[in-house]
């Protein structure tokens, strides 16, 4: 998980986890902001991403680095929903890891308090917010935090979702994470562009089909919050999910 510095667009760190087990997990926060190309003189493959688009541009941009053999798990996560309509849209992290991670309400509070810390820092709409926080040596305690918080749940997201899929989907989440990562590396590439909150398995009439024969049986496609009736635990409507891109103004990539 790379995080960017705005508005110069600059490369500050890498957070990375290795998992050579269930039980052995190493969170790694890489000083890239120090170390520039010698943070990446190392091959390796078959690495996960959550929404690979933006940091795969960064990389080829900054560093010549064309990501290879990667998983991205945002596009298991959609790949793995039952219909042509609650594929619509992509999921950002935080409702992956509130629908999907097994944590438990405690925990998931506990989690998402944590990534909300860390954007107080950095987020320019909250007073005081500035990117440039990840610049900071040492970290700030509530970055390093904010910066696992990204990585700590892929491994156990990924074995749910890809779990779930047919053979014909894993192909097609495969093909389609090739074709996040060329895209990514064109000169035109958009990073913040209006449809990164589609899903990328379209087909209006499928959509259409699906959502009217199965609507009362799915969550809302449009996730409306209503703060006197609402059956999520912890819904706000800044949340950064996608799905608010299409209602509410834009807050930056989601968290």
């Known amino acids: ?90 999921n950002g992290l935080v409702k992956c890891v509130k629908y999907d991670a097994a944590i438990g309400y405690r925990l998931f509070r506990s989690w998402n308090q944590a990534k909300f810390d860390g954007e107080l820092l950095f987020d320019p709409k909250w007073a005081g917010g500035s990117y440039q926080v990840f610049n900071l040596r040492p970290l700030p305690t509530k970055i390093t935090a904010y910066c696992i918080g990204d990585v700590q749940y892929l491994p156990h997201l ?32 958009q ?13 209006n009439e499928t959509i259409i089909g699906s959502f009217w024969n199965q609507h009362d049986s799915l969550e809302d496609p449009w996730d409306d919050w209503q703060a006197e009736n609402d059956d999520d635990w912890f819904d706000t409507r800044d949340d950064n999910d996608y799905e608010d891109w299409t209602r509410v103004p834009w807050q930056g990539p989601p968290s």
């Open 1 to 90: 998980r790379l995080q960017k510095v705005m508005p110069v667009n600059c490369l500050s760190i890498l957070t990375l986890m290795l998992h050579p087990s269930a039980t052995q997990k190493h969170v790694y926060i890489i000083d890239v902001h120090t170390l520039g190309g010698l943070a990446f003189n190392t091959s390796g493959k078959n690495g996960s991403f959550f929404d690979v688009r933006n940091d795969s541009d960064a990389l080829y941009a900054h560093f010549n680095i064309a990501l290879q053999g990667v998983e991205d798990v945002q596009l298991m996560e959609n790949a793995s929903r039952r219909s042509g309509a609650s594929k619509r849209f992509l």
């Open 191 to 203: 990073p913040c562009g209006s449809d990164s909150a589609l899903g990328p398995w379209q087909d």
């Open 158 to 189: 990924r074995d749910v979702y890809w779990g779930k899929l047919t053979a014909p989907w894993k192909v097609k989440v495969a093909e389609e994470t090739k074709n996040r990562v060329l895209q990514s590396q064109l000169p035109g590439y």
